[in-house]
């Protein structure tokens, strides 16, 4: 059966996240449900490079399907895209390989974090920024930073109920930028840990704001412990910004 | 009883419109249930410069209302904004004269209208500007927006169901302009009728699509008719920019 692969955007501001939970609506379900009408009824699952949680944006999430109807990659973006609710729309479609998979093939994703620091709150940015109006001190946020590059354990920067084992992440790159108003961070990296994003977000902010030190870092780091890091920043400022896979 | 004019800005698109009307959610009720709250329940009128619709936003809404609260401007504002919903913002609150009239006073009033025209609609954008992926003569609207500047009787530009019965407005400058892949109207004159602003965007779309020519505006002003103008444009492309008073 051929397989799909789809690039997707979405407000994540009205889904109770990407994975399907009875009775609430998520982007998979509503994805799932599309595609459900373009195979008479019948079920399609849809694997995602991975899951966002409640108020988190895409930009470039990824998925795949199988199916067997014969369409050409434009038609499906077409379909989809008029079967789908306004607040996803599917930007590329290609078929690939059937060894192709959303979840397991990736090798590295970028995720961006936006905090609108105007001392007002801006009614249009309420679910799109984390509005933080306090004095930050970037230059300690960016040595900061600077420690978290690299291949570390981040226990320390994981969500406590995650079954994962192996917390060992690499990260390439970590840029926190000023666009107007607004601050932006940029995470490049092999692969994020649940919440792992949010959590460097809100110790980043904790050292700007003087709560922590820039050189308590490594030593957040070592402990592998939740409770050395920061707050976890709140979903509705995160972006899964770009996946990024083997050339085929 | 001293009086406050405030400048507030909201995102239109979880309101029923400004206006109070029983058992919806509108900005005008939020207003007065903050005020309501800090005037041990006793109502508080709020008068602003005009009512906008369902979905319509707002950048600079002027209101005015009397309180025997002899609080400084700015804890007006820190307290308003402390009690209103994140869809409204207070921008700035001053005391001013007695016979200051947030409807009755206003010299001009500036309207936008954002219109995204990518091909693929944008999930982000879908509260916020109206999606017109087609092709546009941005030189036919430009021509067509010269015949509606000045003074008319713009009752081709009305809602029907209006009661007010002069519908002569001057309009001093239409602004037809291109911001990466949007078209931002801008409409600055004395006042402007209920839907006015969008059935004056529905009409220039029509020209900038062919439907319509250039040369037809001044017939469809001088017709006095409704059925003579274009679509009225969907209320998510509006926003009311600023509202100009004579300088104190």
Redesign the interface.
Known sequence: MPRYKCII???GTAFAGYQVQPEKRTVQSELEAALGKMHKGTHVKVTASGRTDAGV?AKGQVIHFDSTNALPAENWQKAL?ALLP????V?AVEQVADDFHARFNPIGKEYRYRVERSP?????Q?H?AYHYPYPLDLEAMREAASYLVGTHDFTSFCASNTSVVDKVRTIHEIEVKEQGDSLVFRFFGTGFLYNMVRILVGTLLEVGSGKKKATDLPHVLAKCDRQAAGKTAPGHGLYLWEVYYPEN
């Not at 306004?86 to 729309?89: A, S």
């Not at 007002?120 to 249009?124: K, S, V």
């Open positions: 955007s979405y407000d944006h895209n306004h607040d996803i729309v930007l007002l709150r801006d009614p249009f309420r799109y």
